[in-house]
């Protein structure tokens, strides 16, 4: 139950409701920097000594800062996590500083912990040829066995996140040569699909049990609701273990793997930012992690001086 006044409380419900109405927030977005900023009322709060206003938050100080940052630490947040929790407290200062009109210089000059930011791990592409090839080994049902396939080669085969997929609904099928996506800040992209992509979801709805009806899901569970991204995560946790695939082989790995593989073939970098529906481009090399070596290689046989 939280502890924080009516005031604070309001504010920060008309704050989350700006995000989702003029900039387009998705839902999971809304949902972490509600629970963020709530958490971080409710050790304030505490932390003074009782429900406040709004005129509470505009008095908070750098040592309130550091008394949250340390608290947060040693309940086990990592550096990670709280830099990401920082990041909804300030975003959220921001907006209610210039409301309000208060100085939010102590929120704002707190700083994140440091920390490495972990490099997306894909697959070689013998692995994830294996791993399309394996998945439906999953299964003694025909349906779900080429219903997990259809999915896993979607996320390759066209770099889809694992919600984009189970997002696609019944009036989509059969596929066309390309989809068009809703991805994240609901921002709207053009993806081809591969022929093998497509001709894996005729065969999943060929054997599916479930009435195909355009307003349900494409992708169906065994009692004919909507397809938990859980099972797919499960799938693809028995595939790399009958593979002997690290702990990172994940359904998102195959997004990665999907990045990383058209850019060492020669694709563009810009050119996939779009297919990946990255806002920005630093964004799309982190996810390809191309070595450096092969980024000098590519420097020497294109540049016209190397």
Aim: charged share 20%.
């Amino acid at each position: 139950m939280t502890l924080i006044s009516p005031a604070c409380r309001d504010a920060l419900q008309l704050w989350l409701e700006r995000l989702g109405g003029l900039e387009d927030a998705s839902d999971n977005t809304l949902t972490a920097y509600r629970g963020d900023v709530t958490a971080f009322l409710d050790f304030m709060t505490q932390h003074s000594g009782g429900p406040q206003g709004l005129g509470a938050l505009a008095r908070i100080t750098t040592a309130d800062m550091r008394a949250w940052m340390a608290s947060e630490r040693s309940s086990g947040t990592g550096a990670r996590s709280l830099a990401r929790k920082l990041s909804a407290v300030k975003t959220f200062y921001r907006w209610l500083a210039e409301r309000e009109g208060f100085e939010p210089a102590a929120v704002l000059s707190a700083r994140a912990p440091k920390f490495q930011k972990k490099l997306p791990r894909p697959l070689a592409p013998e692995a994830a040829k294996a791993v399309l090839e394996t998945v439906e080994l999953q299964s003694d049902k025909d349906w779900v066995a080429a219903r997990d396939a259809a999915v896993v080669t979607l996320l390759y085969g066209c770099g889809l996140r694992i919600s984009e997929a189970l997002g696609l609904k019944g009036s989509d099928a059969p596929l066309p040569p390309v989809l068009r996506i809703l991805g994240k800040g609901k921002k709207e992209r053009v993806v081809p699909v591969l022929p093998a992509a497509r001709d894996a979801v005729d065969r999943y709805l060929e054997l599916c049990p479930h009435p195909q009806e355009a307003a349900a899901p494409l992708f169906r569970g065994v009692r004919g609701g909507a397809l938990n991204p859980r099972q797919i995560q499960g799938v693809m946790a028995k595939t790399r273990a009958q593979l002997g695939l690290p702990a990172t082989a994940t359904p998102h790995a195959l997004r990665h793997s999907f990045a990383t593989h058209l850019l060492e073939a020669g694709g563009d970098l810009r050119a996939i930012q779009e297919l990946l529906g990255h806002a920005s481009l630093s964004t799309t090399q982190a996810y390809t992690a191309v070595d450096t070596t092969h980024l000098m290689d590519v420097y020497m046989r294109a540049h016209p001086k190397a």
